[in-house]
């Protein structure tokens, strides 16, 4: 589910009859100095940067059992933390301020939270160890490459596994779950069971809840 207006963040990966890979210009050339003079932040948010690198350093020497004081550390920087939410001490976010983890979710091990546009993780969903949230890009039809800050969305009670990669304006379905080590750049619907890179659909949740034997979360079959 991509956003109207905004480049799809798959065109940085494929070639299309609108915005082809290689340029018809073949003198054409990065603008490297263009695109680190950029603003790309504020006054305000480049000082929040510089103080969430030494409370980061805190953030994880702060002992496992003791999610609480993660939870006050990133809301005190502006996160938006529900109740009884386990974030490890490993885990790396960047820009805490645009980071939303509602009730009882979980952030494991080692995951990245690139936080440069919103991220939002709905209630009791699990985002496992090494997973890789991605919430920006560059504008690669731009000599310039500008930043683009771009939202993920991950619905409720769904599960993102190790090591998986959810790149920018992505939108996960509740109930939905990524398995391991896959890649998405596209939306995945409620429910859906996605696998590979690129991820696509293998299966599906039960329809009416989580009380069906563990058979019926087999993958989809395709017809004979």
Known sequence: ???PGIPSPIHAFAATQEFPLVSQDYSAKVDVSANRNASKWTVREKLGRVLWGGASLVFRLVPRPLWGIRRAILRAFGA???????????????IPWNVTINDQAAVGDRAILYALGPITIGARSTVSQGAHLCAGSHDWRDPRMPLLKLPIEIGED???AADAF???????GPRAIVGARSVVMKAVEADQIVAGNPARPIGHRPPHGFDQPADSLTPDRPST
């Open 80 to 94: 938006k933390i529900g109740s009884n939410v386990h974030i490890h001490p490993t885990v790396r976010i960047f």
């Open 1 to 3: 589910m991509y956003r």
């Open 166 to 172: 959810v790149g920018p304006n992505v939108v996960i």
């Open 158 to 160: 769904a599960w993102v």
